[in-house]
């Protein structure tokens, strides 16, 4: 022994001599809480454990200090004893050290299995199944898929599952997989393993039990450590954006000549100023810096480093991002366990769980927290001995112009970051996401069943997966229809016996490697350098040859890409910029929004602030003054009202919904919903009505929004699957009554000086008999489905004649400058665009086959939207468009169908559409439907175009006073 023993206690006493020894060679001299709690249940073998705390507070060690003294015990019979599984590879790699070291004095084998382990040690572990396996859910799966008839005699003597990280599964796609497959793990062995999860600290340990073991959360034994109570030293600190020394037309310029550029010429202002602080704060300790997104860290790496150039000092700034080369990664996480040089890692969330990397000298963060639990799992790096932690928060906010938003008066980043921090304080955060159908990872699990056993019956596999599995919100009806949806696009297939088997498209579905995953992982380029990997680019990034680029903190430029090996190969540069990857951030909780709404009213000033982040706070307080906001929600802008609700998201969805539902055109805008055409008293009139008439049913409010597909195989269900899916993830009418009713209620009680006594009267609608006006049939195809960020990549155009008939037809290709985005639904790679004309050389084209015409589109809406965002980059915007949308007609005018989505309204009137969305082929379509739609509403008695829902004004000029250039790109 090199140490005196851990203080004596009952539990330490219950463990295996041997690891008792290796306790004391640890140089311990107590247990833990967590760890103390947790010896007897996990001993006794027979419950369910969730055992939360903080980051590095010993959770693992909780976990198998008492298992692998029972596993040193009774060894047990060939197969594996204990499954330990982890949301990232590094963290099983991290942990495969830790627990090799601990089993070594035990002679208990400890594997590991994952996507950076070769395939001879795969087979021998299935040959000779022992001891403990590390594994992630995707390769817990894969042996689900491709060793099923092996499952029960590999977990022949399972006696724990292991959960790390739990918190990071909850409420998500990937863990309602975890869920299917712990089940799973039950029917192979054919008893109840005992589950073990290990969490960070949460606001409702409840939730977390019913996810370790679904429906029987009650009976899952929680132990919270008590040991969270460390010392906080907090700074934020504002910053106010400026611009750029360089604008990116400048800089596209400079590029274009290959002057050097630097990062600081296109870096704005305050990234600068910010790059300054972290610089000289930072230097000389060890740290880790949380930034929003990848292209921040590629940003901020770039910019320190070059501050040590310019300094003449070692770099001590570093990346760490998912797209970053395994070996690029490793090596950062190398240099900060390391503790005879100082490093600073600018990192997204790949450095926020468990890889031990030590104790951190601070953490920073870059931006608003993504959470309340995010911020917490964050600041659990620093001061893990003893030592204060130390966090500092970096908030940019817009400079305040005469034309400047309301909403952005309101200095919501701010606000929304003390908003967390004072949660943080409170220990209140997030709780798991409400259950939700999670339809896309029944549909995985479905297909993965059948493999794993080779064909199984609709009523197995619905009592396997719903009835006692963890997808009990699916009822038998709804889990016909999946089934239905899935046969109808080739993924299954049934015998005459009734037995599922996979179909055409599930053969390939489940043989291809991305199978196992429950999310999408896109196509993704390597980038190259003299043979060594950089990393990877989705590949809707990808870059022409001869770009700049900042990649791993370095600057690169294209010299050469290889479509068919997917790599791109770049050499060292002067200049670069960071690309751009693609990613939403999450959901902001309620609780979150009606905190900021306490700031605002508040006059205390957090001590936490620097100078500019108090004058910011102040700025915002007087905004929210000035507004009104505190006695009225409404707020006249323009011919517009904006509506402040002070609602979490998933509550402005539905609200936004809800009035769409009403007629009326609504934007999210910051805190805001801008509701078009209406006065404030309108508007809390209308709000008034919705609290006595009541809102549509969720499903209803769902078939509103044109694209619902989020997850993995939402493309194969049909609209109302889709609809239904939706409805349980994004809609929330319970909340969304109580919110309408107190915005109404501020309505009512409002002096009747705080909102206007009458709504503005619309502008008179000119009148256009049916069949009068030549029409011009649109279909874009784009990079993204938010039209506020969309760049058109196809765009064609069957212009007709007064009475239908054909007049001319127009299609091109479009290079956007951009990624194609959904390649997988318009099927046009970055090579397709490459030599397509920009917008702006089309542009004169567009604007002649429009000109003078009603404008058609199914899901007009959208369309319309893209094409005048395309016209106002150019400077052109268009006039009131007079727009006619054939998916509204088809609710109309159209025979009964499934879903009024182009491909089902077209088969319905016996259309055929292609498979690919070519945006010719779906403008003729389109056009045809115009006419079958046209003809009946004649038939029915219709006049005037407003009769069948024309809405705006004919334009009057063109939309650009270009003339017709000819310049188009067909595809190949």
């Given at each position: 022994?090199?140490?005196?023993?851990?203080?004596?206690?009952?539990?330490?006493?219950?463990?295996?001599?041997?690891?008792?020894?290796?306790?004391?060679?640890?140089?311990?001299?107590?247990?833990?809480?967590?760890?103390?709690?947790?010896?007897?249940?996990?001993?006794?073998?027979?419950?369910?454990?969730?055992?939360?705390?903080?980051?590095?507070?010993?959770?693992?060690?909780?976990?198998?200090?008492?298992?692998?003294?029972?596993?040193?015990?009774?060894?047990?019979?060939?197969?594996?004893?204990?499954?330990?599984?982890?949301?990232?590879?590094?963290?099983?790699?991290?942990?495969?050290?830790?627990?090799?070291?601990?089993?070594?004095?035990?002679?208990?084998?400890?594997?590991?299995w994952?996507?950076?382990?070769?395939?001879?040690?795969?087979?021998?572990?299935?040959?000779?199944?022992?001891?403990?396996?590390?594994i992630?859910?995707?390769?817990?799966?894969?042996?689900?898929?491709?060793?099923?008839?092996?499952?029960?005699?590999?977990?022949?003597?399972?006696?724990?599952?292991?959960?790390?990280?739990?918190?990071?599964?909850?409420?998500?796609?990937?863990?309602?997989?975890?869920?299917?497959?712990?089940?799973?793990?039950?029917?192979?062995?054919?008893?109840?393993?005992?589950?073990?999860?290990?969490?960070?600290t949460?606001g409702?340990?409840?939730?977390?039990?019913?996810?370790?073991?679904?429906?029987?959360?009650?009976?899952?034994?929680?132990?919270?450590?008590?040991?969270?109570?460390?010392?906080?030293?907090?700074?934020?600190?504002?910053?106010?954006?400026?611009?750029?020394?360089?604008?990116?037309?400048?800089?596209?310029?400079?590029e274009?000549?290959?002057?050097?550029?630097?990062?600081?010429?296109?870096?704005?202002?305050?990234?600068?100023?910010?790059?300054?602080?972290?610089?000289?704060t930072?230097?000389?300790?060890?740290?880790?810096?949380?930034?929003?997104?990848?292209?921040?860290?590629?940003?901020?790496?770039d910019?320190?480093?070059?501050?040590?150039?310019?300094?003449?000092?070692?770099?001590?700034?570093?990346?760490?991002?998912?797209?970053?080369?395994?070996?690029?990664?490793?090596?950062?996480?190398?240099?900060?366990?390391?503790?005879?040089?100082?490093?600073?890692?600018?990192?997204?969330?790949?450095?926020?769980?468990?890889?031990?990397?030590?104790?951190?000298?601070?953490?920073?963060?870059?931006?608003?927290?993504?959470?309340?639990?995010?911020?917490?799992?964050?600041?659990?790096?620093?001061?893990?001995?003893?030592?204060?932690?130390?966090?500092?928060?970096?908030?940019?906010?817009?400079?305040?112009?005469?034309?400047?938003?309301?909403?952005?008066e309101?200095?919501?980043?701010?606000?929304?970051?003390?908003?967390?921090?004072?949660?943080?304080?409170?220990?209140?955060?997030?709780?798991?996401?409400?259950?939700?159908?999670?339809?896309?990872?029944?549909?995985?699990?479905?297909?993965?069943?059948?493999?794993q056993?080779?064909?199984?019956?609709?009523?197995?596999?619905?009592?396997?997966?719903?009835?006692?599995?963890?997808?009990?919100?699916?009822?038998?009806?709804?889990?016909?229809?999946?089934?239905?949806?899935?046969?109808?696009?080739?993924?299954?297939?049934?015998?005459?016996?009734?037995?599922?088997?996979?179909?055409?498209?599930?053969?390939?579905?489940?043989?291809?490697?991305?199978?196992?995953?429950a999310f999408?992982?896109?196509?993704?380029?390597?980038?190259?350098?003299?043979?060594?990997?950089?990393?990877?680019?989705?590949?809707?990034?990808?870059?022409?040859?001869?770009?700049?680029?900042?990649?791993?903190?370095?600057?690169?430029?294209?010299?050469?890409?290889?479509?068919?090996?997917?790599?791109?190969?770049?050499?060292?540069?002067?200049?670069?910029?960071?690309?751009?990857?693609?990613?939403?951030?999450?959901?902001i909780?309620?609780?979150?929004?009606?905190?900021?709404?306490?700031?605002?009213?508040?006059?205390?000033?957090?001590?936490?602030?620097?100078?500019?982040?108090?004058?910011l706070?102040?700025?915002?307080?007087?905004?929210?003054?000035?507004?009104?906001?505190?006695?009225?929600?409404?707020?006249?802008?323009?011919?517009?009202?904006l509506?402040?609700?002070?609602?979490?998201?998933?509550?402005?969805?539905?609200?936004?919904?809800?009035?769409?539902?009403?007629?009326?055109?609504?934007?999210?805008?910051?805190?805001?919903?801008?509701?078009?055409?209406?006065?404030?008293?309108?508007?809390?009139?209308?709000?008034?009505?919705?609290?006595?008439?009541?809102?549509?049913?969720a499903?209803?409010?769902?078939?509103?929004?044109?694209?619902?597909?989020?997850?993995?195989?939402?493309?194969?269900?049909?609209?109302?699957?889709?609809?239904?899916?939706?409805?349980?993830?994004?809609?929330d009418?319970?909340?969304?009554?109580?919110?309408?009713?107190?915005?109404?209620?501020?309505?009512?009680?409002?002096?009747?000086?705080?909102?206007?006594p009458?709504?503005?009267?619309?502008?008179?609608?000119?009148?256009?008999?049916?069949?009068?006006?030549?029409?011009?049939?649109?279909?874009?195809?784009?990079?993204?489905?938010?039209?506020?960020?969309?760049?058109?990549?196809?765009?064609?155009?069957?212009?007709?004649?007064?009475?239908?008939?054909?007049?001319?037809?127009?299609?091109?290709?479009?290079?956007?400058?951009?990624?194609?985005?959904?390649?997988?639904?318009?099927?046009l790679?970055?090579?397709?665009?490459?030599?397509?004309?920009?917008?702006?050389?089309?542009?004169?084209?567009?604007?002649?086959?429009?000109?003078?015409?009603?404008?058609?589109?199914?899901?007009?809406?959208?369309?319309?939207?893209?094409?005048?965002a395309?016209?106002?980059?150019?400077?052109?915007?268009?006039?009131?468009?007079?727009?006619?949308?054939?998916?509204?007609?088809?609710?109309?005018?159209?025979?009964?169908?499934?879903?009024?989505?182009?491909?089902?309204?077209?088969?319905?009137?016996?259309?055929?559409?292609?498979?690919?969305?070519?945006?010719?082929?779906?403008?003729?379509?389109?056009?045809?439907?115009?006419?079958?739609?046209?003809?009946?509403?004649?038939?029915?008695?219709?006049?005037?175009?407003?009769?069948?829902?024309?809405?705006?004004?004919?334009?009057?000029?063109?939309?650009?006073?270009?003339?017709?250039?000819?310049?188009?790109?067909?595809?190949?």
């Open positions: 022994m090199t140490t005196s023993p851990p203080s004596a206690s009952e539990s330490f006493e219950r463990l295996h001599p041997k690891v008792q020894r290796w306790i004391w060679q640890q140089g311990w001299t107590q247990l833990r809480s967590a760890q103390e709690a947790a010896i007897a249940p996990v001993l006794a073998g027979d419950t369910d454990i969730l055992i939360a705390a903080a980051t590095a507070s010993g959770k693992t060690e909780a976990a198998f200090l008492p298992i692998c003294s029972a596993l040193a015990r009774a060894p047990g019979e060939p197969g594996f004893t204990a499954v330990y599984v982890s949301p990232l590879k590094a963290l099983i790699n991290d942990q495969y050290g830790r627990l090799d070291e601990l089993c070594a004095h035990l002679e208990i084998p400890v594997a590991r994952h996507g950076d382990v070769g395939s001879q040690v795969k087979s021998g572990l299935v040959k000779n199944p022992q001891g403990i396996l590390l992630t859910p995707e390769s817990l799966e894969a042996l689900f898929v491709l060793r099923g008839w092996k499952m029960p005699n590999l977990m022949a003597s399972l006696r724990y599952v292991v959960i790390d990280e739990l918190h990071s599964f909850l409420g998500t796609a990937r863990g309602a997989q975890l869920q299917s497959l712990m089940h799973r793990l039950d029917l192979a062995v054919r008893r109840r393993v005992p589950r073990i999860g290990l969490s960070a949460l409702d340990m409840s939730a977390a039990a019913d996810f370790l073991r679904p429906g029987k959360g009650s009976g899952v034994t929680t132990i919270v450590s008590g040991s969270d109570g460390q010392e906080l030293r907090l700074q934020v600190r504002g910053y106010i954006a400026a611009a750029p020394t360089l604008n990116p037309r400048a800089r596209a310029a400079h274009l000549n290959e002057d050097a550029v630097s990062v600081d010429d296109f870096s704005s202002g305050d990234n600068l100023e910010i790059a300054d602080h972290l610089f000289g930072l230097r000389g300790t060890h740290n880790l810096v949380f930034a929003n997104s990848r292209t921040a860290v590629e940003t901020y790496t910019l320190l480093s070059r501050r040590c150039d310019a300094a003449a000092v070692p770099n001590e700034f570093v990346p760490h991002h998912g797209n970053l080369s395994k070996d690029i990664r490793e090596h950062t996480e190398s240099r900060l366990r390391d503790r005879t040089q100082p490093v600073t890692a600018i990192c997204t969330s790949t450095l926020e769980m468990g890889i031990d990397i030590g104790s951190v000298t601070s953490v920073a963060q870059l931006g608003t927290p993504p959470g309340v639990a995010a911020l917490r799992q964050r600041l659990g790096r620093s001061g893990r001995r003893g030592d204060p932690a130390t966090l500092r928060l970096y908030i940019s906010e817009a400079k305040v112009e005469p034309t400047t938003h309301p909403a952005d309101l200095r919501a980043q701010l606000v929304q970051a003390i908003a967390t921090i004072e949660l943080l304080l409170r220990r209140w955060y997030e709780p798991p996401q409400a259950e939700t159908l999670h339809l896309s990872t029944l549909i995985q699990q479905i297909l993965s069943l059948i493999a056993h080779g064909g199984v019956t609709p009523a197995d596999a619905h009592r396997t997966l719903c009835v006692k599995g963890p997808f009990a919100a699916v009822d038998a009806a709804l889990f016909s229809a999946v089934l239905r949806d899935l046969s109808a696009s080739t993924l299954i297939r049934q015998e005459s016996d009734g037995l599922l088997l996979h179909g055409e498209l599930g053969e390939r579905v489940v043989n291809h490697y991305s199978f196992y995953a999408t992982a896109p196509t993704e380029y390597r980038i190259v350098t003299g043979g060594r990997t950089l990393g990877s680019l989705p590949m809707e990034q990808l870059l022409p040859q001869g770009s700049l680029l900042i990649f791993a903190g370095r600057r690169w430029r294209v010299v050469a890409i290889d479509t068919q090996a997917k790599v791109i190969e770049v050499a060292k540069s002067s200049g670069g910029h960071p690309p751009r990857f693609t990613g939403t951030g999450p959901d909780h309620d609780r979150i929004r009606t905190e900021m709404r306490l700031i605002y009213e508040s006059s205390t000033v957090p001590a936490y602030l620097d100078v500019t982040g108090q004058q706070l102040d700025e915002g307080r007087q905004a929210y003054r000035r507004l009104g906001l505190r006695s009225n929600p409404f707020v006249g802008f323009g011919n517009d009202t509506l402040f609700p002070f609602r979490g998201d998933t509550i402005m969805t539905t609200l936004t919904l809800a009035l769409h539902a009403r007629g009326f055109t609504v934007t999210r805008q910051g805190l805001a919903l801008a509701m078009s055409d209406i006065t404030p008293l309108a508007a809390a009139r209308l709000l008034d009505e919705l609290t006595e008439t009541g809102l549509p049913d499903i209803a409010l769902a078939g509103l929004v044109p694209d619902k597909r989020i997850d993995k195989y939402d493309d194969v269900l049909s609209e109302p699957l889709l609809a239904r899916s939706y409805a349980a993830r994004k809609i009418l319970a909340q969304t009554r109580e919110a309408i009713q107190a915005l109404a209620a501020y309505g009512r009680n409002a002096p009747a000086t705080d909102i206007d009458a709504p503005l009267k619309p502008a008179p609608l000119k009148r256009h008999l049916l069949c009068s006006l030549p029409m011009a049939v649109v279909d874009v195809e784009t990079t993204s489905v938010d039209p506020s960020k969309a760049r058109i990549v196809e765009i064609a155009i069957v212009r007709l004649n007064a009475d239908g008939s054909p007049d001319r037809t127009y299609c091109s290709l479009v290079n956007a400058g951009d990624r194609p985005g959904p390649t997988h639904i318009h099927g790679t970055q090579a397709d665009l490459a030599g397509a004309p920009r917008f702006a050389e089309i542009a004169g084209d567009v604007a002649n086959l429009l000109e003078g015409a009603v404008i058609v589109a199914h899901n007009a809406a959208y369309d319309t939207a893209v094409l005048s395309e016209f106002a980059r150019i400077g052109c915007a268009p006039d009131d468009l007079l727009t006619l949308c054939t998916l509204e007609l088809s609710r109309r005018f159209g025979r009964a169908t499934t879903s009024h989505r182009l491909g089902d309204c077209a088969e319905a009137e016996g259309l055929a559409l292609h498979r690919w969305h070519s945006a010719e082929h779906d403008a003729q379509i389109c056009a045809r439907l115009l006419r079958i739609y046209l003809a009946r509403a004649e038939a029915q008695g219709a006049q005037w175009l407003d009769e069948i829902g024309a809405v705006g004004n004919l334009p009057t000029a063109a939309w650009v006073p270009a003339p017709p250039t000819g310049h188009s790109h067909q595809r190949r």
